[in-house]
């Protein structure tokens, strides 16, 4: 029963990995002539986000808003359009999203500024727990007579 369980789990690992390259191997291929280009290209595929897909790059994403997204880079590279310039024109057209790096910003202050925050904030909490929990406070009456008591005792024995 458990070899049998082992080969299903194997083989289905074996089919996602197969389906995964035959999905990353349905996306074209583009050539430029001038290799500064390629690299701007591959550089600029690998900067969006598919609108559709959420968490995919362009370059990886199969869907067809992606391909659309890749022919206009292409094709603005090739008009000698500028990295900015492009980022600008996708952003224009499909908001900041589209951006894996957001540009800095007061709409994006707190995204880019957030953590450091919130480890500064966790540093004071912190550093005041520890502070309260190690400064000695004063006995009250009750707590003194006490320590009197025992002290007394202690002396007399």
Known sequence: MARRLIRTVLLAGLLTALLGVAAAATIEVRDFDDPQLARRYTTLTHQLRCPKCQNETIAASAS????????????????????????????QRFGEYVLYRPRLSPRTWLLWGGPFLLVGLGGVILAWRVRRRTAPRALDAAERRRLDALLDREDRS
């Open 64 to 91: 067809p808003i992606a391909a659309d997204m890749r022919e206009r880079v292409a094709a603005m590279l090739e008009a000698g359009r500028s990295d900015r310039e492009i980022q600008d024109f996708l952003v």
